[in-house]
């Protein structure tokens, strides 16, 4: 084989090569690096990283970050206008939690009481409903026809939330209710839809959201009053 017929197989066989890598180096980027450590439990006096709070030094950590009674225990249902109350349990209240992706809150409703339409941004939720009976609703994106799934949960009953989608549970029994659910994120944010479109900091101009919701200016403000106090 002359030289110039070996540069250019040589040529081809780098393209192919090249080409491969650009294929293949997304699926080898697209999942979260291994742990170098059993656990980062976090200092929560340190700024947060990308990947969350700096750990704490393992000889001062202790074995107590491994366990929480916070959700033992629930909150007041009757503490705010939903009738409902949330207790997390993210990384800001679980040290331990910080980097393994994972938290739990628990929450507790009157009756009546609602837990009202809202968005996890980073995390899909799964509930478990421990006493009394829960409506929980989800609404599908635009891609569904902004379809509606709804069921009435009893206790030992469950559910689970897609990321990003917008859901709500609604206690429609006549005693007090509680479920428990967990997220795949140790800081899974919340939007409560409500909230951020009538009590937002500065406030939504009220011409957008009259134009957006097919109301009167006086209607959206008589929302954005209710609000005034935040949640």
Known sequence: MSPSSLAMEYSKTLTALFTTLLLVAPLL???DPDPLQDFCVADLTGAVSVNGYPC????????????????????????NPNGSNVTELDVNEWPGVNTLGVSMNRVDFAPGGTNPPHVHPRATEVGLVTRGELLVGVIGSLDSGNRYYSKVLRAGETFVIPRGLMHFQFNVGKEEATMVVSFNSQNPGIIFVPLTMFGSSPPIPTPVLAKALRVDANVVDLIKSKFAGGY
């Open 29 to 31: 980027m697209a999942a």
């Open 56 to 79: 704490q030094p393992p000889s001062s950590a202790g074995d107590a970050f491994l366990f929480s009674s916070k959700v033992a225990e629930g909150g007041d249902p009757f503490s």
